[in-house]
């Protein structure tokens, strides 16, 4: 079985038990019935997956070089680029849900973080409307910028436990929460999650989070040996931060959909929980 097919065929199956979930869900309105596609939802979302894991940098490219005239026996049905880009927002309910099936569970040690999502330069913030309103100026450590970020939450074998996207103004300790309500152990984060507060309350669940401390801080928190040596291993999840937009293309400034955009941030998400070959506490040791 071609790695094609089998995407498929997972996908279809999830597709299945979601439209039956979904039909009972919404409320029912005989006057206004949703256009269908020729083009069902499993396949939609089987070629924005497969975009994601394939290294190309551009979608345009893709569909229209590769994918229609070489994978055309693949979909039968597939249709004209403009008309795709028209149901990708379809996919967006389906690829959340498909998320949380794929996800991986926490093993007791976490990493958590956040990367900047660019969708414009700094010089044309002004004349961006697409995401006038939702996106925010922003500071990283590589300066400012104008997006989002996506908060990122992973365990110590490189597999994401959950996410959180927020405009680009929003601190890191803000999300602190409500990302790791069900966490137990372990969790390591950067200089942006130290709050003592936050620290007592995650203390309190049964989560100790590990962060460097400032030069300028009075009363510095004592780690032992073995913290410190998991502490230096935070690095794991600049791997997958640098993965997710080098070869998932996570990010691009080309979006001229808030839907689209989403689709783009979740498939790149769940092309990499479907990746079997992702970095852990394992290979970062063997190097």
């Given at each position: 079985?071609?790695?094609?097919?089998?995407l498929f065929c997972i996908?279809?199956?999830f597709c299945?038990?979601?439209?039956?979930?979904?039909?009972?869900a919404?409320?029912?309105?005989?006057?206004s019935?949703?256009?269908?596609?020729?083009?069902?939802?499993?396949?939609?979302?089987?070629?924005?997956?497969?975009?994601?894991?394939?290294?190309?940098?551009?979608?345009?490219?893709?569909?229209c070089?590769?994918?229609?005239?070489f994978?055309?026996?693949a979909?039968p049905?597939?249709?004209?680029?403009?008309?795709f880009?028209e149901i990708?927002?379809?996919c967006?309910?389906a690829?959340?849900?498909?998320?949380?099936q794929?996800?991986?569970?926490?093993?007791g040690?976490s990493?958590i973080?956040?990367?900047?999502?660019?969708v414009?330069?700094?010089?044309?913030i002004?004349?961006?409307r697409?995401?006038?309103g939702?996106?925010?100026?922003?500071?990283?450590s590589?300066?400012?910028f104008?997006?989002?970020?996506?908060?990122?939450?992973?365990?110590?074998?490189?597999?994401?436990?959950?996410?959180?996207l927020?405009?680009?103004s929003?601190?890191d300790?803000?999300?602190l929460?409500?990302?790791?309500q069900e966490?137990k152990?372990?969790?390591?984060?950067?200089?942006?999650?130290l709050?003592?507060?936050?620290?007592?309350v995650?203390?309190s669940?049964?989560?100790?989070?590990?962060t460097?401390s400032?030069?300028?801080?009075?009363t510095?928190?004592?780690?032992?040996e073995?913290?410190?040596?998991?502490l230096?291993?935070?690095g794991l999840?600049e791997?997958?931060?640098?993965?997710?937009k080098?070869?998932?293309?996570?990010?691009?400034?080309?979006h001229r959909?808030?839907?689209?955009?989403?689709?783009?941030?979740?498939a790149?998400?769940v092309?990499?929980?479907?990746?079997?070959?992702?970095?852990?506490f394992?290979n970062?040791?063997?190097?």
């Amino acid at each position: 079985m071609d790695h094609i097919t089998e995407l498929f065929c997972i996908l279809d199956d999830f597709c299945k038990e979601f439209n039956q979930s979904l039909e009972k869900a919404l409320i029912s309105d005989q006057k206004s019935k949703p256009q269908k596609s020729a083009l069902c939802l499993s396949e939609a979302m089987t070629i924005v997956i497969l975009f994601h894991q394939s290294g190309f940098r551009f979608f345009k490219y893709f569909y229209c070089q590769i994918l229609i005239p070489f994978w055309k026996t693949a979909f039968p049905k597939l249709l004209s680029y403009n008309r795709f880009i028209e149901i990708m927002p379809r996919c967006l309910s389906a690829l959340t849900s498909f998320f949380h099936q794929v996800k991986g569970k926490d093993t007791g040690i976490s990493i958590i973080d956040s990367t900047k999502l660019v969708v414009c330069h700094n010089l044309r913030i002004k004349r961006n409307r697409v995401f006038q309103g939702l996106a925010s100026r922003g500071k990283s450590s590589t300066g400012w910028f104008y997006g989002f970020k996506l908060h990122i939450l992973i365990n110590h074998l490189g597999e994401v436990i959950n996410i959180k996207l927020t405009s680009g103004s929003i601190l890191d300790v803000a999300v602190l929460g409500s990302l790791t309500q069900e966490l137990k152990g372990i969790l390591l984060g950067d200089k942006g999650y130290l709050s003592k507060a936050k620290a007592e309350v995650l203390a309190s669940r049964g989560l100790k989070i590990l962060t460097p401390s400032r030069r300028n801080m009075k009363t510095k928190s004592i780690q032992t040996e073995e913290e410190k040596k998991l502490l230096g291993r935070r690095g794991l999840i600049e791997t997958v931060n640098d993965q997710l937009k080098n070869l998932n293309q996570i990010e691009h400034s080309r979006h001229r959909s808030v839907n689209n955009f989403m689709v783009n941030m979740k498939a790149a998400v769940v092309a990499y929980c479907l990746n079997p070959n992702k970095p852990t506490f394992r290979n970062l040791l063997q190097k």
